[in-house]
């Protein structure tokens, strides 16, 4: 069954501490993003990868911090320095070529303790 | 730099009434266009797209909207709502060369009425 997978469902964060979003796909996309869902502020982009190795930062990359050492897998650091974290985050996927349309995992929900 | 307003933050209608959600863009090319839904806790899932040709595009659960370019508008419809279309939907315009970012509106929330 195809598709995008997040873990943890729900994640809690104690102050200073670096915490580590899953994302995987198993579509063959070779785009994968991270998104940040604040109430009534819509979604902002973290940070994007087209290509294994090849990140860029998005709008909001400040205190985040990713790897994309396979095409499948794409996970996020939320690190101490960002002060804000508690938020819905969803990370996307989509296949290289123009035209293609972005598929979204099903969140994780980050909570500070 | 590309931009999305959705004017209404909540909209309220009756079971069996039509709908329309609004959606204006601002981008300096011919846009990429984009509706999703999203229930309480979940991702987000796609209605429907526009990339070019027929204005007027169908989506999923008997959504369309149309690309009006000189009103930079791609407004959603519905003619007759269900209790299983509330949700929250976003619009979103896509750079249309590139990396095709997309950029999200606010959202507007629907609720059903019996």
């Known amino acids: ?113 | 730099a590309q931009s999305v307003t959705q004017p209404d933050i909540h909209i309220t209608v009756s079971e069996g009434a039509s709908l329309e959600l609004r959606c204006n863009y601002s981008y300096g090319a011919t846009p990429y266009l984009f509706w999703y839904v999203q229930s309480p806790g979940q991702g987000l899932q796609l209605l429907l797209k526009y990339f070019s040709g027929d204005t007027l595009v169908q989506g999923i659960k008997g959504f369309e909207a149309e690309f009006k370019r000189s009103q930079s508008s791609f407004n959603l419809r519905k003619p007759s709502v269900h209790w299983s279309d509330a949700a929250e939907y976003f619009c979103a315009v896509g750079e249309s060369f590139g990396n095709e970012k997309l950029t999200f509106g606010t959202g507007t929330r629907l609720t059903i009425i019996p």
């Open chain 1, 1 to 113: 069954d195809g598709g995008i997978t997040q873990s943890p469902k729900y994640l809690f964060r104690k102050e200073g501490q670096n915490v580590t979003l899953s994302c995987e796909q198993n579509l063959n996309h070779d785009a994968m993003y991270w998104y940040r869902q604040d109430p009534g502020q819509g979604l902002r982009l973290i940070y994007y990868s087209q290509i294994v190795n090849d990140f860029q930062k998005g709008d909001i990359a400040e205190g985040y911090s990713v790897s994309r050492e396979k095409k499948e897998s794409f996970p996020l650091t939320v690190t101490s320095a960002q002060k804000n974290p508690t938020a819905f985050y969803l990370c996307a996927s989509r296949s290289s070529g123009t035209q293609e349309t972005q598929y979204f995992g099903p969140g994780t929900r980050l909570l500070v303790l």
